[in-house]
């Protein structure tokens, strides 16, 4: 419980940090004639779903002109990020990690604006690219149950909707649909393990991939974060 607490403090603080920042950078920004938007450059937004997973979620956006942003996605999951997370992957949570850096995700996207009027509310489409690393080596009782080593290339698509405020505050959602290549993929999995998890979809996506080299990928995504 205490990992929790630790957790949402940190959260907590990076937002006041960010509130702050956000205030005292908008007061010298002047509103947009057309939209009465603030001429805003620079983003930064968390993925509160990707808590779900044990996982801390970011992304930075950069407005490049009117029609395009520059976007780098990251996230990570750590074996203490594992102790924060909900019922959805308490199936999982009382094993022994081995590693302490369990994934770690990189992207680099450019965001299309169909309002042409840069980082403003409306609806876009992002075709990104996203390079990942995931290692789990779980046992129980000293009985090795999962020994997954995976790199991954991912390109997609990422279509949504996004909302500005005057008061900086960003909310975008939005659904990605690609394909992941598996630069490597090795498995050593426990039959009775899987057979446990083998109606849990989302721990299994996030443990192991199947042996081809291809899978089909799509996520949802919600972003909230703040503008300047």
């Known amino acids: 419980m205490k990992y929790i607490f630790i957790y949402g403090e940190v959260m907590v603080k990076i937002f006041l940090a960010l509130l702050v920042s956000t205030f005292i950078n908008a007061q010298n920004q002047e509103p947009d004639e057309k939209t009465h938007n603030y001429e805003r450059t620079m983003l930064i937004a968390i993925d509160p779903i990707q808590a779900v997973s044990g996982a801390f979620g970011a992304t930075y956006f950069y407005k490049l002109n009117s029609f395009t942003a520059l976007t780098v996605p990251a996230s990570f999951g750590t074996k203490l990020l594992l102790k924060t997370i909900t019922s959805a992957m308490s199936a999982i949570t009382d094993y022994k990690y081995t590693s302490d850096l369990l994934f770690a995700t990189l992207g680099v996207g450019t965001r299309f604006f169909f309002n042409n009027n840069g980082l403003s509310s409306g609806l876009f489409i992002e075709p990104r ?17 999962l020994q997954s080593k995976r790199i991954t290339i991912s390109p997609s698509v990422l279509l949504g909707y996004d909302w500005f405020f005057l008061n900086g505050l960003y909310l975008g959602t939005g ?41 089909f990928d799509y996520a949802y995504s919600l972003l909230v974060g703040f503008s300047w």
């Open 129 to 145: 690219v996203s390079f990942s690393y995931s290692d789990y080596d779980i046992k129980k009782n000293d009985v090795n149950l």
């Open 175 to 215: 659904i990605e649909v690609g394909a992941g290549y598996h630069a490597k993929n090795d498995i050593n999995i426990d039959s009775d393990f899987k057979n446990r998890l083998k109606d849990k979809w989302m721990i299994r996506n996030n443990l192991w991939a199947d042996e081809s080299q291809w899978r």
